[in-house]
């Protein structure tokens, strides 16, 4: 059981994990031991999670998900298994966190006057400087 806080727990059925070779260093055990954790959870079959919060976790790990509507996280930081595995899981937590978060809608509002007029200041100034820049005209 995944318990990212008190209301949202995922179970451990929901989670399948499969474990492969790891790239870089690592010895003469390199060969022998698959240490990389690869964790894969199906989002269309999760009853934990409101429908919000799924779709907040679909956009924002858009890349991480693929057309099975499963999330594909891997782990390959540490040289042992176990490590990994709790790798995926904390990456798994903080993910789930930051999607139950809501964002606050954006309230439209006006540029100030004085916004206005240094934008108008600095437009003038920039010309003039540009303007010394040009070959003189004549007339």
């Excluded at 858009?62 to 990994?84: A, C, K, P, V, W």
């Excluded at 595995?85 to 100030?112: G, I, N, S, Y």
Aim: hydrophobic share 30%; proline share 6%.
């Amino acid at each position: 059981m995944l318990n990212i806080n008190e209301r949202f727990p995922i179970p451990e059925s929901e989670l399948s994990w499969r474990f492969v070779r790891s790239s870089g260093p690592g010895g003469q055990n390199v060969n022998k031991v698959a240490s990389k954790a690869v964790l894969t959870w199906d989002l269309a079959s999760n009853a934990s999670l409101p429908e919000d919060v799924k779709a907040r976790l679909r956009t924002q790990q858009r890349r991480r998900i693929n057309s099975e509507n499963r999330l594909i996280l891997t782990s390959q930081r540490y040289r042992d298994q176990d490590r990994n595995r709790q790798d995926c899981l904390d990456k798994l937590r903080e993910m789930v966190v930051q999607a139950l978060h809501v964002p606050r809608k954006r309230r439209a509002t006006r540029p100030t006057r004085g916004s206005r007029e240094a934008r108008l200041r600095a437009k003038v100034h920039r010309s003039a400087a540009k303007a010394t820049r040009r070959p003189p005209q004549e007339e």
